[in-house]
């Protein structure tokens, strides 16, 4: 278990929230789920990180596409290390998105555009088995959004795809995480990669889930 330090908020001299070298002209501390930069974001770029410093190019021309991105903080950093991201959300989110993807052009080395993703609709045929890696950070939050999420995530993948995914272990959603991992246990395969222990006393989990080929 790793103690998470990467929730200290560091700010420019704009005012702007600077996390794993990001800047984010559109977030906030409390208040709207897409403005907000959740423990499981930090500890996901903390990771992205440190495997860039183990193995440099890692992920250089790597087809990403985040889900749920919020902010769009992990798949940012992941552009900056030469990622090409597609960053979803719901259409109401893109505005903000877009705006910390203007506001990190000079720190981009890959590619980052946004786009609405509803997890309710089906994955547009461009986008099927287009992802070598998909990000998914504390996605596992609301119950009728379950099965959409692992529908989506399907859609994405091809046989040689990653998943990461983060998600803090909150005890009133406990069930929610059963419920996922049931959903996927078919379908993939899951391995803890690190656990972060956050001040709140929540473990933040970070896993790499790749496709089943007996399935």
């Given at each position: 278990?790793?103690s998470?330090?990467?929730?200290d908020?560091?700010v ?9 070298g990001v800047?984010l002209v559109?977030?906030?501390l409390?208040?709207d789920m897409?403005?907000i930069v959740?423990p499981?974001a930090r500890c996901m770029v ?13 992920l250089?021309?790597k087809?990403?596409i985040?889900?749920g991105?919020?902010?769009?903080v992990v798949?940012?950093?992941a552009?900056t ?8 959300d719901?259409?109401?989110?893109l ?5 910390n993807?203007?506001a990190?052009?000079?720190v981009v080395s ?5 786009e609405?993703?509803d997890?309710?609709?089906?994955v ?5 088995s ?5 990000i998914?950070s504390?996605?596992?939050y609301?119950e ?8 989506v995530i399907?859609?994405?993948?091809h046989?040689k795809?990653t998943?990461?995914l983060?998600y803090?272990k909150?005890?009133e ?6 419920t996922?991992?049931?959903l996927?246990?078919?379908c993939?395969q899951?391995e803890?990669?690190?656990?972060f222990v956050l001040d709140?006393?929540n473990?933040?989990y970070?896993?790499?889930?790749s496709?089943d080929r007996?399935?």
């Open positions: 278990l790793e998470n330090k990467s929730a908020n560091q420019d001299q704009t005012g702007s929230l600077v996390v794993g800047k559109s977030s906030v409390v208040g897409g403005s959740f499981a903390e990771w992205l990180v440190k495997e860039e410093k183990t193995n440099p190019g890692w250089r021309e087809r990403v985040e889900l991105c919020g902010t769009g798949g940012l950093v552009a290390l030469g990622s090409n991201v597609l960053l979803t719901l259409g109401i989110y505005g903000p998105i877009r705006e993807i203007e990190n052009k000079d890959g590619e980052a555009l946004a609405e993703l997890w309710a609709v089906d547009s045929e461009n986008l099927r287009s992802a070598d890696i998909v998914v504390d996605c596992i609301y009728m959004s379950l099965e959409p999420l692992v529908k399907k859609s994405l993948v046989a795809s998943i990461i983060s803090e909150r005890k959603k406990v069930d929610l995480y059963e996922f991992f049931h996927i246990k078919d993939f899951a803890v990669k690190r656990e709140n006393g473990i933040v970070l896993m790499n889930m496709p007996k399935h």
